[in-house]
């Protein structure tokens, strides 16, 4: 087995450097995105809303036609 390798403290410094930057961009892209994706989320759920909506009068019109007296 060969015994570890002294790392420089430059490549420890930028290493971290990059990890913490990459933390601090992923918080500030979450923040971006965070609202934009509740309003397509509320915007879908209205959506279905309104489909289901029509879907229960579309079937209530057909049961009435079903029902109809006069076939």
């Known amino acids: 087995m060969v015994p570890p390798v002294q790392v420089s403290p430059l490549i420890k410094l930028g290493r971290y450097s990059a990890l913490v930057l ?4 992923g918080a500030k892209r979450h923040s971006y995105l965070k609202p934009r994706a509740e309003e397509e989320r509320r915007i ?15 079937r209530q019109l057909a049961e009435a036609q079903e029902d109809s007296i006069f076939k």
């Open 44 to 58: 879908a759920a209205a959506e279905k809303k309104r489909q289901d909506e029509l879907k229960r009068i579309e």
């Open 22 to 25: 990459g933390l601090a961009y």
